[in-house]
């Protein structure tokens, strides 16, 4: 993920308290950074070590591979991402099965739809039904339920903040949690704005995946997320001369929407990542991500916990 850009064009009405329907981040709203690079060289604290990868987390979880672990099984949660920012899951929800309805404090959660039909309903929204391709933005606050409709099971990748408790209504008995107890209460403020500035849904497939189009706009950005839409044509493959860049103080992880994404991760060969795969690049390390000369477009969902993050490349050799 390099240069941050808003291309977000407006595709639909943002959904509001009495209507339902989706638009991207805002054409030129303005970046809370006086500039696209900083002016001069500088030193940055790189690790001297590898940061390591403590499970669940892996460099590259394939989808076949989770899918394959969880053959037979309709409800389940496959744990992907853990870091002290975020977290992420895979998570299948059987068909006709219904969540608790439930809202998270300070924070959004948002999922992708990999498989499957489910039917979303958020308070303040009308409901809609997200199929594959669907990214879902629900704002801190506001209850919500999704429902599997149809035949088989639904499976999303689901993104939260990291350690995130779930809030429930009084009708709803919430699930135990070890070393809390769920108090009756009153609280203010109330919910976030919904249709601000991030959109509650995107239809990748209808809106973003238009011929060979390419985007790079935003999803989801606020104080604690930051992640982008980024299609692309088919790339060669730069030379591992070319490290990328490293991030300082978080981890950035990656879900490929479309096509084939190219890696090339410190400590880590070369590998190419496919649709519903998830890739973590941890802190501190070097990576690159591009996209496949194999695929004829590819699109990549990066997440991570700070707009806008910094990036560090190696500067230009002399003469560059």
Do not use: C
Not at 19 to 29: K, L
Not at 159 to 179: K, N
Not at 262 to 288: K, L, M, N, S
């Amino acid at each position: 993920m390099k240069a941050i850009v808003y291309l977000g064009a407006a595709v639909a009405a943002l959904l509001t308290a009495t209507s339902a329907a989706a638009q991207f981040m805002p054409q030129n709203e303005p970046m809370p950074v006086s500039a696209p690079k900083m002016p001069e060289q500088f030193w940055s604290p790189k690790p001297t070590t590898s940061t390591p990868y403590v499970g669940p987390n892996k460099v590259h979880w394939k989808l076949k591979e989770i899918l394959a672990a969880h053959r037979g099984q309709t409800d389940w949660v496959q744990p992907l991402v853990r870091n002290p920012e975020q977290e992420a899951d895979y998570i299948s929800l059987g068909a006709g099965k219904k969540t608790k309805a439930k809202m998270y404090a300070d924070d959004r959660v948002v999922w992708i739809v990999q498989d499957g039909e489910m039917k979303v309903t958020i308070a303040g929204a009308e409901p809609f039904t997200a199929t594959k391709g669907f990214m879902v933005n629900v704002p801190f606050r506001h209850v919500y339920t999704i429902e599997t409709v149809g035949d088989k099971p639904s499976l999303r990748f689901e993104v939260r903040q990291a350690h995130a408790l779930p809030l429930y209504p009084l009708s709803e008995t919430p699930d135990a949690v070890p070393g809390r107890t769920y108090m009756k209460v009153t609280g203010q403020p109330g919910p976030a704005n919904i249709g601000t500035s991030n959109p509650l849904y995107v239809d990748f497939w209808k809106q973003i995946a238009v011929g060979d189009k390419t985007y790079g706009g935003k999803f989801v950005w606020d104080d604690h997320w930051t992640s982008n839409i980024l299609r692309g044509k088919a790339a060669p493959v730069p030379p591992a001369s070319n490290l990328g860049h490293f991030h300082v103080d978080w981890t950035e992880f990656w879900f490929i929407m479309e096509g084939k994404i190219g890696y090339q991760i410190e400590g880590f060969p070369y590998f190419e990542a496919d649709q519903g795969d998830v890739v973590t690049a941890v802190q501190g390390r070097w990576h690159r991500a591009g996209n496949s000369p194999l695929a004829p477009m590819s699109t990549r969902i990066p997440f991570n916990p700070r707009p806008p993050i910094l990036h560090n490349f190696e500067p230009p050799a002399a003469g560059q």
